[in-house]
């Protein structure tokens, strides 16, 4: 998959529905981890938003020197961090289910354990500093590269290595026994 870029080619030749496409393929995503930034869905969309405008609005700024979702999550991330700048607000939110799809054929105690380990691990993360909350849900929860990542973070990608070789020591200590069976 190319994150998108062959439909922003296809949008910048003239065809407004693929601007549609990139904004089913990456919206939802992008608000994700902006939320992670602002702690408030509501700004998170709101400036996720702004950072799809800034594709219509300066076109000639995305040169496809890296993935359209890199780009959009940098600008997403810069944009999160002046309204923070702006509201003076730090905290960070736990992860909350991106989807609540429950399988029918489930039992109730797979299902209750099932978010039992998901809390438990929202919360080891949620205690992890921040470059390493960071880190963990770009390449996990949001499939980017290291070279992304770093991107995103304005880091290298030796730096994202040790983030996440850090994260996942942190974790294993915070979640214990469980968390070789967790993780």
Known sequence: MDNGASSYRRFLDGDESAFDDIMKE?????????????????????IAIDSFSDLIVHK???NFKVTLKTYLYM????RALDYIKH?????????????????????????????????KINAAIASLPEDMRVAVHLIFFEEMTYEE????MKKNR??????????????????????????
């Open 60 to 62: 000639h700024r995305y």
């Open 26 to 46: 990456l919206f939802h995503g992008l608000v994700f981890f902006i939320d992670r930034y602002v702690n408030d869905p509501h700004a998170a969309e709101d």
């Open 149 to 152: 990542a770093a991107r995103v």
């Open 87 to 119: 509201r003076r607000v730090i905290d960070f939110v736990e992860l909350f289910e991106a989807q609540n799809l429950t399988d029918d054929s489930k039992t109730l105690e797979e299902i209750v354990l099932a978010d039992e380990r998901k809390r």
């Open 75 to 78: 600008i997403g991330r810069s």
């Open 158 to 183: 030796k730096q994202v290595d040790n983030l996440l070789y850090r994260a996942k020591k942190e974790l294993r200590i915070i979640l214990g026994e469980d968390g070789e069976l967790l993780l």
